[in-house]
T-cell receptor, first 118, second 110 residues
Framework: GAGVSQSPRYKVAKRGQDVALRCDPI?????LFWYQQALGQGPEFLTY????????KSGLPSDRFFAERPEGSVSTLKIQRTQQEDSAVYLC????????????????FGDGTRLSIL | RKEVEQDPGPFNVPEGATVAFNCTYS??????FFWYRQDCRKEPKLLMS?????NEDGRFTAQLNRASQYISLLIRDSKLSDSATYLC???????????WGAGTKLIIKP
C-alpha cells in the first residue's frame, strides 16, 4: 500500500516482557515520528528520525524505550521490561521532507499498534 | 495546565446543524496550527491547517485568534460522517514537534 504501515495491529504482553513495534513509512519519506496515545488523550511525541539519524528522543518516557531506523526507512520501537502504564496506542507518522523550519508538511499516520500489558 | 486544551465533549448535534468548538493554547511562541480528525480506533488524519486570516475548506472553517490564543473550527451543514474526535494541534516556531490537544468528540445524530 501507499500509506504508513504498522505492525502488529494489536499486541498483548505480560508485564516484564519485551516488545517490538514496527513502522514502515511511506517510501521516500525523510522524517519519521513515533507517538504514544493513551485512551482519551491526544498523541504524545516520543521520538523523531531524519533518515537514519535519531535527532530527538526527548519524549521517550524512560530508558526502557528504544527506537531505531538503521537504514533510514523501516523503524522499530522497542520497549523492554514492559509495565502496565506502557499500555497505549503507538502511532508512527512520516513526512516527505525534513521536518521543522517554515515548512508545514503534513504528517501521515499509520493505523497504530494497540499495546496492552497484562 | 496542558499546553493545548480542548473541551472533550461529546457535542451531540443533529444532522444539518452548524457546530463550532474552540481550542486554547498556552505558548505564545506557537506558530503553526492544525485540526486533525480521528475516528474511533483509527489514526489521526489532517483535516486542515489554520492560517492567521482564517481559512475555509468546503463546510469547514478554521479561525485563529493570536491575541486570545485560541483556534476554532466551524462545521456547517453537518453530516453523519462528521462524527469523530477533532484534535487541535500546535507547533512551536520552527520546532517539528506537534503538541496535541486531547480532542473534542462530535456525534452527529440523524
Amino acid at each position: 500500500g501507499a500509506g504508513v504501515s504498522q505492525s502488529p495491529r494489536y499486541k498483548v504482553a505480560k508485564r516484564g516482557q519485551d516488545v517490538a513495534l514496527r513502522c514502515d513509512p511511506i517510501s521516500g519519506h525523510v522524517s519519521l515520528f513515533w507517538y504514544q496515545q493513551a485512551l482519551g488523550q491526544g498523541p504524545e511525541f516520543l521520538t523523531y528520525f531524519q533518515n537514519e539519524a535519531q535527532l530527538d528522543k526527548s519524549g521517550l518516557p524512560s530508558d526502557r524505550f528504544f527506537a531505531e531506523r538503521p537504514e533510514g526507512s523501516v523503524s522499530t520501537l522497542k520497549i523492554q521490561r514492559t509495565q502496565q502504564e506502557d499500555s497505549a496506542v503507538y502511532l508512527c507518522a512520516s513526512s516527505l521532507g525534513v521536518a521543522g523550519g517554515i515548512s508545514n508538511q503534513p504528517q501521515h499516520f499509520g493505523d497504530g499498534t494497540r499495546l496492552s500489558i497484562l | 495546565r496542558k499546553e493545548v486544551e480542548q473541551d472533550p465533549g461529546p457535542f451531540n448535534v443533529p444532522e444539518g446543524a452548524t457546530v463550532a468548538f474552540n481550542c486554547t493554547y498556552s505558548n505564545s511562541a506557537s506558530q503553526s496550527f492544525f485540526w486533525y480528525r480521528q475516528d474511533c480506533r483509527k489514526e489521526p488524519k489532517l483535516l486542515m491547517s489554520v492560517y492567521s486570516s482564517g481559512n475555509e475548506d468546503g463546510r469547514f472553517t478554521a479561525q485563529l485568534n493570536r491575541a486570545s490564543q485560541y483556534i476554532s473550527l466551524l462545521i456547517r451543514d453537518s453530516k453523519l460522517s462528521d462524527s469523530a474526535t477533532y484534535l487541535c494541534v500546535v507547533r512551536k516556531g520552527s520546532n517539528y514537534q506537534l503538541i496535541w490537544g486531547a480532542g473534542t468528540k462530535l456525534i452527529i445524530k440523524p
